[in-house]
């Protein structure tokens, strides 16, 4: 975090990017994070708070294993996202919006994730799923079903997919 | 009409090594760059972007040259800030641009913050592009390393600092001051204005904010001359303009077209027309917040900023969506209406009542509770929101509420007259 | 300056001035709003101060607008009224009915907005109308009702531009919007009632206040603040004897618009159950004229000692003068009722008039020393106001002396232990002059009627004196004048933002 403060003009400033580390580290912001960001930013706790609120991305809660975010927007919707959401839901056994008891897998729909040429897609993490088909969909709880997440197209721009 | 020769933007569309600094510069990377350094004053930039023509391309449509021209040239300190938030839905072209040539997208940065004398430009990605940053920042990393980012670049006096910043999470963050003020650390809600960014933008400081379209379109203008960029297009568009196209098209994706060619011929020719079964129905052809057209209208239109302003729409992100007629526009409008009663940073009231409202009115139609008033309603709620607020989310959530009703106003009627069976509670389709 | 035309009415502007302000004093009243302040920053989200001015397409919020010369403006045409009047109707829509339960009726932005221009039925149901949280307690003093908000953003501003403690944020977006304090956070500053005021409907009230009473039942008057030397200038809002709440009046020159919570809290003094409000002697109830041979015969010998305090007022503190005549005088009992200051308004000195000792010259003493000076008086000691046996030396000597008269208004150690307890009355409930930390000096009226048999303080003071002092107030200040050297300065007719006295150098060299 330090680092970031150094290179951006104002410590306000670097407020989002210091939210990010803590939820790339530990996949949400608890209260004890919040303290640490107040000292070293030298902002208020509401301002803190605002921001998690505001900021869909942002999370105060522990998430599930894996949430999978469908776009439920215009044209995904046009191309066939809530069938899609639907069967999800079957094979899931939870309804948008919620999480499974084990805690494996949560489902969201969310709006426009710029793949809209590609739908309908999922979102996990930094996983962008295109030209979903149930078939597809399929295959790919599975395979998280078994811990492993299965390679997204997106894959190849990512440090981790092998850039 | 072949596209191939309007591959200004997209010319490293496709592959697997065009973002890299050596291929790029090995095809004519960063020779506008080193022209800029060694033979123009940033004066020079900001004329040949003003003659070249060359209108905001994240949706505003705003002369880039004219908004440059705006920093006041004695500005002790300038902010850049290169706005890759896309998020107007339909729009899929930024994305491309930084995927697959983000060298591009860079140089033009630099040239740009050259122009207008800022020492410091962000690149703001939203957060659900998080798969894309790792992309732009080895290519930032890359840039510094040849000496194109940093202090003293090649040897010119000019120094720039880049900083990857990544959204998280809110389309509100694409409108500049929005932008601006989630950069300062606070929630990205847009600013009152006066003052405008130029004079008095990031940290108080002129700030100038351009699309990634935009500034990607830079060095190709600085190596081939404004009169060449003027030159493709149409008379008051000059260039050439990505469209992302998603719907049951044949070929959906991403065009690079010169501003002005037919939609017809663009929707035959180029999208290979609708999917077997399909029937082209209407037309959304710059994002979501544009007026609706329907199919006859958007056969007779061509695909520019004048063109589409006479028949009432207007060219926006490029986000073109096609619609089918197996689509229900009240359901349609459901989906964008929920879409901007979610993203309302909810500072203004018109906005934040207004697109709840709206949404709320939608809902309960399509839940069979419609009633007769409802259109006139929904009037009156338009009445209420538009023009009357901080930034025109406001306007992009009335502008298809208005069209698609203006279009499409039997399908609206046709739901009203019939209820819903009493119990049914589900509204979507569940595939089976 | 520059020429505008609003309203079809022409008016000469400062360069540089708001618009807002200046259709304003065109128009006599301000223009629709809810997040204006004068004193917070522009925040520009309400919408409603919209105005047209001629040769702009749309309408423009008037609050974010310089004048410019030569600007043709209408506020009040069918275009603003039509669009103020949706506007408005926005704000509504999720507003819940709680008129009947909500203290602020009566003194309601969206009321008086509704039936300014609105009066239009709902067009949304009950049922469909956003739910927040509801009677929130969010600090010791401020209880919070989110579906009341209608987010203007005064009240933050006010924490982070005037107190910079930014207890309060507003969360989520869009109509989900609401405001509140971090979790694990109060508003607790001592401004905090503040926001109460600038808080346009009931989204935050006074905890102190609540359901106490209907704000058109109250009466206000214009007073000034004893709790401390800064003298902020209040009005206090009261009805059928008692107080019930103090509210800041704007007086750019000492509290601007704001005053503090320990100060707001003062009133409940004056219906402290220890109040006194009838004579005794040694401690047996008495009527006034019971005690009338009592004390001609204490004063007969000639006062010993007289001692003053700086809470009592200026008028008071000169007739006490007048009363000791060649007898010693001193100021009171140095140093009490001193406590902590901030950076604000609350000043160190709880005392109102401390300014006012000096001006007249009389100089406080220490407890020692006024322990001696009361056991060396020959004569009757009479003590006016404070609570000077509060010091253990000064306890004993006035015990030990046996003859010592306390005129005040409150059950303390000093009453408990003087021979004669004669009840004064409390800067409620009379009239008079303090002057503040500056020298300013301000003047208080009297809000209640004075209970029991307690009386104005310059009365008793004047009986004193005898037939040759002054037999009215307004005399008192006549002569207070003279004797403070104020020229021309008329102390029954004092400017409403007070009198600067020049720099107090003690014997008023004004």
């Known amino acids: ?163 | 009409m072949s596209l191939e020769q309007y591959k200004i933007l997209s010319s490293r569309f496709g592959r697997d090594d065009g973002h890299k600094l050596s291929v790029y510069e090995a095809e004519g990377g960063y020779t506008a760059l080193k022209k800029v350094m060694s033979t123009m004053k940033p004066g020079d930039v900001i004329e040949e972007v003003k003659e070249s023509g060359l209108r905001g391309r994240g949706g505003a449509g705003f002369p880039t040259g004219v908004k440059w021209g705006f920093v006041p040239k004695d500005a002790a300190q300038v902010y850049f800030m290169v706005n890759a938030d896309e998020s107007e839905p339909g729009t899929f072209k930024d994305r491309y641009l930084m995927d697959y040539d983000p060298h591009q997208t860079i140089e033009g940065t630099i040239i740009s913050c050259f122009a207008v004398n800022s020492s410091l430009a962000f690149i703001y990605i939203r957060g659900e592009f998080g798969w894309l940053v790792d992309r732009v920042q080895t290519a930032v990393d890359e840039a510094y390393a040849a000496g194109y980012l940093g202090k003293n670049i090649l040897g010119s006096g000019f120094d720039l600092e880049v900083i990857v910043h990544k959204g998280a999470g809110a389309y509100i963050c694409g409108e500049e001051t929005g932008l601006i003020n989630s950069v300062e650390g606070l929630k990205g809600q847009p600013s009152i204005k006066p003052p405008f960014p130029a004079i008095e933008g990031f940290l108080k400081q002129p700030t100038v904010v351009n699309n990634v379209e935009s500034v990607a379109a830079v060095p190709w203008i600085i190596n081939n001359g404004a009169a060449a960029y003027k030159n493709i297009g149409s008379e008051k568009s000059a260039g050439t303009k990505l469209f992302s196209v998603s719907g049951p098209i044949k070929n959906p994706g991403v065009y690079e077209i010169p501003l002005g060619m037919p939609f017809s011929e663009f929707f035959n020719d180029h999208l290979g027309g609708m999917v077997e079964g399909e029937t082209l129905k209407a037309v959304i052809v710059g994002g979501s917040s544009v007026p609706i057209l329907t199919a006859e209208e958007a056969m007779q239109v061509n695909l520019d900023y004048e063109s589409l302003d006479e028949v009432g729409t207007f060219l926006g992100s490029g986000g073109m969506i096609i619609i089918p007629e197996s689509s229900d526009m009240v359901e349609l409008i459901q989906v964008l209406m929920h879409f901007y009663f979610d993203e309302s940073c909810g500072q203004c009231t018109p906005c934040r009542e207004g697109t709840g409202w709206l949404h709320q009115i939608i809902k309960k139609m399509r839940h069979g509770e419609g009633t007769a008033d409802d259109l006139d309603l929904i009037e009156h709620v338009c009445q209420g929101m538009a023009g009357l607020t901080i930034c025109a989310l406001s306007d992009a959530a009335v502008m298809p509420m208005r069209s698609f009703i203006e279009k499409f106003r039997p399908e609206f009627e046709a739901l009203i007259q019939e209820t819903a069976p009493a119990g049914n509670a589900s509204l979507w389709p569940r595939g089976e | 300056m520059a020429k505008l035309t609003i309203d079809g009415k022409e008016l000469d502007v400062a360069d540089g001035s708001s618009l807002f302000d200046a259709c304003t004093t065109a128009r006599g009243e301000e223009l629709p709003n809810f997040c204006y302040h004068p004193d917070l920053s522009i925040a520009g989200v309400c919408r409603l101060c919209q105005v047209e001015i001629e040769g702009m397409p749309k309408l423009t919020i008037a609050c974010n607008t310089v004048v410019r010369d030569g600007m043709v403006v209408h506020t009040r045409n069918e275009r603003v009224t039509k669009t103020s009047r949706q506007i408005l109707e926005m704000h509504l829509i999720n507003h819940p009915v709680d008129c009947p339960i909500c203290d602020q009726a009566g003194e309601c932005g969206l009321q008086d907005q509704y039936m300014n221009f609105g009066l239009y039925d709902s067009e949304v149901q009950m049922q469909d109308k956003v739910n927040k949280a509801k009677a929130k307690v969010i600090g010791p003093q401020v209880i919070l009702d989110k579906e009341r908000c209608v987010l203007c953003t005064r009240c933050v501003r006010f924490c982070d531009e005037v107190t910079g403690t930014s207890e309060l944020g507003i969360f989520e977006r869009g109509n989900r919007s609401e405001i509140g304090t971090a979790p694990g956070v109060e508003l607790d500053n001592n401004y905090s009632l503040n926001t109460v005021d600038i808080c346009p409907v009931g989204a935050l009230t006074s905890r102190d206040f609540r359901f106490q009473k209907r704000v058109w039942m109250l009466k206000g008057t214009e007073s000034i603040c004893a709790g401390c030397a800064t003298g902020c200038n209040i009005r206090i809002d009261h009805e059928g004897g008692r107080i019930y709440r103090l509210l800041p009046r704007r007086n750019e020159a000492v509290n601007g618009a704001w005053m503090c919570d320990i100060g707001r809290m003062t009133y409940k003094t004056v219906h402290d159950e220890i109040r006194v409000t009838d004579p005794s002697a040694k401690g047996v109830s008495a009527r006034w004229a019971d005690l009338q041979g009592d004390l001609q015969g204490m004063m007969a010998a000639g006062w010993g000692l007289v001692v003053g305090s700086a809470h009592q007022s200026l008028e008071e503190l000169h007739l006490l003068k007048m009363v000791a005549g060649e007898a010693k005088i001193v100021g009171g009992l140095a140093g009490s009722d001193m406590d902590i200051g901030d950076e604000l308004l609350l000043n160190a000195d709880r005392t109102p008039n401390r300014s006012g000792l000096a001006m007249l010259d009389l100089h406080e003493q220490d407890g020692a020393n006024l322990a001696a000076l009361i056991t060396a008086a020959q004569g009757a000691v009479l003590i006016h106001g404070g609570n000077p046996a509060s010091d253990d030396a000064v306890a004993k000597a006035i015990t030990a002396h046996g003859q010592v008269i306390y005129l005040g208004t409150h059950q303390n150690e000093t009453a408990q232990l003087c021979a004669l307890v004669l009840p004064g009355a409390t800067w409620a409930e009379k009239a008079g002059l303090f002057a503040n930390k500056d020298g300013r000096l301000q003047s208080f009226k009297q809000s209640i009627a004075r209970s029991g048999s307690s009386r104005e303080d310059w009365r008793v003071l004047a009986e004193m004196v005898g037939p040759d002092g002054p037999s009215s107030l307004k005399a008192v200040r006549e002569s207070l004048a003279a004797a403070l050297n104020l020229g021309e300065v008329n102390l029954n007719k004092l400017p409403a933002t007070g009198y600067a006295a020049k720099a107090v150098v003690p014997g008023g060299d004004s």
Request: with cysteine.
């Open chain 1, 1 to 163: 975090m330090d680092a970031l403060i150094e290179r951006y003009p104002t410590k306000a400033s670097a407020l989002m990017p210091c939210i990010w580390v803590v939820m790339d580290e530990v996949g949400y912001v608890p209260s004890d994070a919040v303290d640490l960001l107040v000292e070293k930013l030298e902002v208020s706790r509401a301002r803190v708070y605002e921001l998690l609120s505001f900021y869909t991305m942002f999370r105060t809660e522990p998430q599930a294993e894996h949430t999978l975010q469908v776009c439920h927007n215009i044209s995904c919707h046009i191309m066939g996202a809530r069938p899609l959401i639907a069967h999800i839901e079957k094979r899931l056994g939870i309804r948008l919006g919620k999480r499974t008891p084990d805690n494996m897998f949560a489902l969201e729909g969310v709006e426009c994730i710029g793949a809209c040429g590609m739908g309908p897609c999922l979102q996990l993490g930094k996983h962008l799923y295109e030209d979903l088909t149930n078939e597809k969909m399929d295959v790919i709880l599975d395979s998280l079903r078994k811990g492993i997440v299965p390679r997204a197209d997106t894959d190849r721009l990512t440090v981790e997919g092998g850039a």
